[in-house]
């Protein structure tokens, strides 16, 4: 199996401009969870899906931030406008169903910088 | 409500010494505990998790934690440190019922040659 698909993996921007990133989870996973990471606050948990239905969007920082999932296999957030602050790593994890015991796999990242 | 502390943002240890990472939690229902390493430009992966079988979990790489209620604790220890053991440490904490996995801050290990 490839693992959870992350593109792109670096994203330079001005403040300012539209970015989409984008999550391929693994096949037959059904939970799929959108995090940030940054120095300052650690790992956020920005949303999350289960059967591409979206449960609870709580982190979200602000209506700048859009996450959909059309299908089971594809998964995009995105930030219009984006500004420097949401400089970070945004990582997508999916998980087999909801069960809180279950293993998060994550993908490897999309390093955003917002100049 | 849950949350996981860390105690200590860096630790440093010798090439062959003990590994021991802290973790305490809070959580008002029985706890499902998790440790994650990330190594650097990687995303997080499974070390071992607890969900209320043993008390003593075995991990990968020859880690392994030991779920303590009457300290609500979780830490996490290695015999022998290994150069390739360097990465980013963090517990987590969830409970069935939850979707959420609430991760703690993170401890970064350096190991000394």
């Known amino acids: 199996d490839a693992g959870v698909i992350q593109s792109p993996r670096h994203e330079v921007t001005e403040m300012g401009q539209e970015v989409t990133l984008r999550c391929k989870p693994i096949?037959?996973?059904?939970?799929l969870f959108w995090y940030r990471q940054t120095m300052m606050r650690g790992l956020e948990l920005l949303i999350y899906?289960?059967?591409?239905?979206?449960?609870?969007d709580s982190g979200m920082p602000e209506d700048r931030f859009s996450a959909k999932m059309p299908n089971a296999s594809f998964s995009t957030l995105k930030i219009q406008p984006s500004e420097p602050r949401d400089s970070a790593v945004y990582f997508c994890?999916?998980?087999?169903?909801?069960?809180?015991?279950?293993?998060?796999?994550f993908g490897p990242g999309t390093r955003l910088t917002v100049l | 409500a849950q949350s996981v502390t860390q105690l200590g943002s860096h630790v440093s240890v010798s090439e062959g010494a003990l590994v021991l990472l802290r973790c305490n939690y809070s959580?008002?229902?029985?706890?499902?505990l998790f440790w994650y390493v990330q190594y650097p430009n990687q995303g997080l992966q499974l070390l071992l998790k607890?969900?209320?079988?043993?008390?003593l979990v075995k991990g990968i790489n020859g880690f392994e934690a030991e779920f303590k209620k009457s300290e609500t604790s979780f830490h996490l220890t290695k015999p022998s440190a290994h150069m390739s053991d360097a990465a980013e440490y963090f517990c987590?904490?969830?409970?069935?019922?939850?979707?959420?996995?609430?991760f703690g801050p993170g401890t970064s290990l350096s190991v000394i040659p």
């Open positions: 994890a999916s998980s087999f169903d909801r069960g809180a015991s279950n293993e998060q796999f």
């Open positions: 096949s037959g996973h059904n939970s």
């Open positions: 899906f289960n059967n591409n239905v979206p449960i609870d």
């Open positions: 959580s008002s229902v029985p706890p499902y």
């Open positions: 607890y969900t209320s079988a043993a008390t």
């Open positions: 987590a904490v969830s409970a069935k019922g939850y979707d959420k996995v609430i």
